[in-house]
């Protein structure tokens, strides 16, 4: 079935511990990007790639890294994890950018860090 | 500053029909788009207005005024499985994102 996986989709972690998010799409989608959700607020940009091979800072990037190199996968990584990015993750996905109209989703990573 | 409003959660009966509002300031606008997402899973596109007007699309409706900064979801024919949360972003003059806190829609029987 064509669509966006994420993995893991449940992490417990210890503070200061290096953590990779992993996200693949097979629909060959350009532009793909890595929000994070959090009770009470709006999704929050991280990090978006438009095309293969380019990056770029969303709202909330502080803390994390991201590589784009090749078409597929846009993993996220967490260097030191700290409490404030408990949060869950989701990874998108659209055909060119965001103003086509649609986005795909991953079923989403649930991080903890304690 | 760039700010999305939506009623945090709102309440319904099966087979009737709910009205959804968001309004927003953005710096530019160029579309706004509204989706669904159920507890615990992904959300999913429902409807993408950059025009004024009325955009139907089955038992969902999206309508959109500009000037006023204005649109809402309109479900007819309320549904159990209707219950979710439904998310509205505004996509700004740099062609970002800026999402709504989500309105949860709770359907009673």
């Known amino acids: 079935i064509a669509g966006i996986t994420q993995a893991p989709t449940s992490q417990i972690l210890a503070a200061g511990r290096r953590m990779t998010l992993r996200c693949t799409q097979d629909m060959r989608h350009n532009a793909m990007y890595w929000y994070r959700q959090d009770l009470g607020l709006g999704l929050r940009l991280i990090h978006y790639s438009n095309t293969a091979g380019t990056t770029g800072k969303g709202e909330v990037p502080d803390g994390y890294s991201v590589s784009r190199a090749n078409t597929d996968d846009f993993p996220l990584t967490l260097a030191s994890a700290v409490p404030s990015q408990t949060s869950v993750y989701f990874c998108?996905?659209?055909?060119?950018?965001?103003?086509?109209?649609?986005?795909?989703f991953g079923e989403g990573s649930r991080l903890t860090v304690l | 500053g760039q700010n999305i409003d939506q009623p945090t959660e709102m309440t319904a009966t099966e087979g009737a029909i709910v009205q959804i509002n968001c309004t927003y300031q953005t710096s530019g606008f160029n579309g706004l788009f509204w989706y669904q997402q159920h507890a615990g899973e992904a959300p999913t596109f429902l409807s993408y207005?950059?025009l004024d007007g009325l955009e139907e699309k089955g038992r969902f409706s999206s309508f959109l005024s500009r000037s006023k900064g204005y649109s809402y979801l309109l479900l007819k024919e309320l549904q159990m499985k209707d219950s979710a949360s439904y998310l509205c972003?505004?996509?700004?003059?740099?062609?970002?994102?800026?999402w709504g806190a989500g309105t949860k829609l709770i359907i009673k029987p």
């Open positions: 207005n950059v």
């Open positions: 972003a505004v996509m700004d003059s740099n062609y970002q994102l800026i």
């Open positions: 998108a996905s659209s055909a060119s950018g965001a103003d086509t109209g649609e986005l795909f």
